[in-house]
């Protein structure tokens, strides 16, 4: 038996594995056995270490069915041997000579040491002896002693902590001791695995794609929240979906979801049947299939062409953010003739700064049907489109309104009733609120409860300077997601938008993007049946404005310096929690569901020539399709949310 086992997790890097093996055989220390666990690589990453495998019966390939993520490999490795000292080698990184001989030599003079680590190369050309600052240890520089400790597992968390996966277990075991040489190198790329889960680029939605997870996860890296999808969707997992209405129309969801993506369910209950050809590169909040919900069939292919022949949709729905743009157009430009309704939410100005301005008008001009998510954004457009914004061709719903269902939760009492004294919250970032005005409300005793751990990171010089100006009246708090809107922020007497002036002077030409939104916190705050603190605009095309002003649902202020006394009157603020409540159910994308599904049938009534020319691409795409009605577009997998 050999004394070290080397474990070698990989998932497509055909380009890296040649120089991480050969590294492996380079070893001055030659007693080890190893294991590449292939972890379903797409690529040709099986083949070439084949070639090492023929020609080194120490090296042996495990190739698991299905992808299962990096704990799982690991744990296969592990299972796999019997040594009593484990090594790793991912194959995007790279050990020198004398880095095994190094640290098992370091393990047999510290036999209390449950683990022995190297330093490292990282970063091109920089090196340390120590944890890498900001990442902790890393697999290539380690070999530890065998114990029954094992890797977490994707089905328990996704994170890119390895303390968390297993080090810090190991370290209760005894102290890890440094070899203080430089004998591997952490190889830095972009497709390096933390990279892919952290925020705000990576996230859960680019892991998801990545790997193609159709199960929900329980995800929490270093840099981002944390997120419990078994338990934010357990209400919406049934096992067989609705049955489709005789009338039911076949969507196609192109681009992304953004957030509150299950809003899309209120489609799937009214009978309609929902397919997915979603963007590629997703940041974090780009919500793209698989969906951890429902029964969204997702194309086989990413030809646009085909995608659609495959599914046969009566209407392409394209959708959302800035992100999607190039996507959305690229599908437009390759339908075969199928209805197109374009929804945009944000942000034109973003998309003029990332230089897809052109997609963006051609798909305001193109669509057989445009969304616009504030009636400011359609009039907005039509100065840029001129002609573009027919009322029959257009339709105004914000983008990322969330499932009705997370407006059913219980309120809880508010704290002013327990102390007297006001307590505002701000759930996300507190844009416009500048720690002189924290200081400035706590002058008037007015506390701001400040919810959202990622967010907190981003914004820590902030919390800094604001606790020093106010102490003891800004308190933060970890994320809430939907579960628990409506119990934990009903504890507060208003919630904030976004603060600021408003310098477009009724000129809708002159509106950024702080006048044209309606930030995703509305329908937040309004779960939970809070007024929304906004500043007073008069004279400005500000659309939180207009719809607070048709609802009734703000408390509007000139200046900071009189929230507090527009908060203790009491008359005012109960007649707006009123309004709140009564109109709140109005944030949720259910209460528009039937309209929109108006929109997409006039949208396909008035694209009856365009619908007729993709008839005979339909037609073919009929061999998909049961005589009973049953999809065959992916036979071989589950419909994801199963």
Same mark, same amino acid.
């Given at each position: ?8 997790? *990989?998932? &497509? ?273 780009? #919500? ?22 495959? *599914? ?75 002609? &573009?914004?027919?009322?029959?061709? *257009? ?46 409300? &706590? ?80 329908? #937040? ?94 037609? *073919? ?22």
């Amino acid at each position: 038996m050999a004394r070290v086992a080397v474990v070698i997790p *990989t998932f &497509a890097q055909s380009a890296f594995v040649a120089r991480a093996l050969d590294s492996l055989e380079g070893q001055s220390f030659d007693d080890w056995e190893a294991i590449v666990v292939d972890d379903a690589s797409p690529d040709d990453t099986a083949g070439i270490v084949a070639r090492f495998v023929a020609s080194d019966p120490r090296i042996r390939l495990e190739r698991l069915p299905e992808n299962r993520g990096l704990g799982a490999a690991l744990n296969a490795g592990l299972d796999l041997t019997a040594a009593a000292l484990v090594a790793y080698l991912p194959t995007d990184d790279v050990w020198y000579a004398d880095h095994l001989a190094t640290l098992v030599a370091l393990l047999d003079a510290r036999p209390e040491a449950p683990l022995a680590y190297a330093g490292l190369r990282h970063h091109y050309n920089r090196e340390t002896l120590d944890p890498l600052e900001g990442d902790g240890l890393q697999l290539v520089q380690v070999v530890h002693r065998r114990t029954e400790d094992r890797w977490i597992e994707r089905s328990e968390l996704v994170t890119d902590d390895l303390g968390a996966m297993l080090f810090d277990r190991l370290r209760r075991r005894g102290a890890f001791v440094a070899s203080g040489t430089v004998t591997c190198e952490w190889v830095d790329h972009p497709g390096q695995l933390h990279k892919l889960l952290r925020e705000p680029i990576g996230g859960i939605n680019a892991y998801r794609q990545r790997f193609a997870v159709r199960h929900p996860l329980r995800f929490h890296t270093t840099t981002g929240d944390r997120i419990d999808e078994w338990a934010r969707y357990a209400r919406f997992r049934e096992e067989s979906p609705p049955e489709p209405t005789a009338d039911g129309l076949r969507i196609l969801l192109v681009g992304e979801l953004a957030y509150n993506a299950d809003r899309i369910l209120a489609l799937e209950e009214r009978g309609h049947r929902l397919f997915g050809l979603w963007m590629p590169d997703p940041y974090w909040y780009n #919500t793209v299939g698989p969906l951890p919900f429902g029964h969204v069939v997702d194309a086989t292919s990413r030809d646009p062409r085909e995608a659609i022949r495959e *599914t046969r949709p009566d209407v392409v729905y394209a959708l959302l953010n800035w992100q999607a743009v190039p996507w959305a157009a690229h599908v437009l430009r390759e339908n075969p003739g199928v209805p197109f309704v374009w929804h945009f939410k944000e942000g034109p100005f973003i998309s003029l700064e990332k230089g897809d301005w052109a997609d963006l008008v051609e798909l305001t001009t193109r669509a057989d049907g445009v969304i616009h998510a504030s009636s400011e954004m359609r009039d907005w457009f039509e100065t840029v489109v001129p002609g &573009a914004s027919e009322p029959d061709r *257009t339709f105004v719903l914000d983008g990322d309104l969330p499932k009705a269902e997370w407006f059913d939760g219980s309120f809880a009492r508010r704290l002013s009733e327990v102390d007297g004294e006001l307590h505002t919250v701000v759930p996300g970032r507190p844009i416009g609120l500048h720690p002189e005005t924290v200081a400035e409300l &706590a002058a008037q005793g007015v506390h701001l409860h400040f919810y959202g751990d990622f967010t907190h990171g981003q914004w820590r010089a902030w919390i800094d300077r604001a606790t020093a100006l106010a102490p003891g009246r800004l308190h933060l708090h970890p994320t809430v997601d939907q579960t628990g809107w409506a119990r934990e922020l009903s504890r507060y007497d208003a919630g904030w938008l976004h603060v600021f002036e408003s310098r477009n002077g009724g000129d809708i030409r002159r509106a950024d993007w702080d006048d044209l939104n309606l930030p995703a916190r509305m329908a #937040t705050l309004a779960a939970a049946g809070l007024p929304m603190l906004q500043r007073a605009n008069p004279g400005a095309i500000v659309a939180t404005q207009s719809l607070a002003r048709a609802l009734g649902t703000s408390v509007f202020f000139d200046g900071v310096g009189e929230v507090a006394e527009r908060l203790r009157d009491l008359d005012e603020i109960e007649a707006v929690r009123a309004a709140v409540l009564a109109a709140r159910r109005q944030f949720s994308f259910d209460a528009h569901a039937d309209r929109l599904v108006d929109f997409f049938r006039s949208t396909i009534a008035r694209s009856g020539s365009a619908g007729r020319a993709a008839a005979s691409g339909r037609a *073919t795409a009929r061999s998909y399709h049961r005589a009973d009605g049953a999809d065959r577009i992916r036979p071989d997998v589950r419909p994801a949310g199963r």
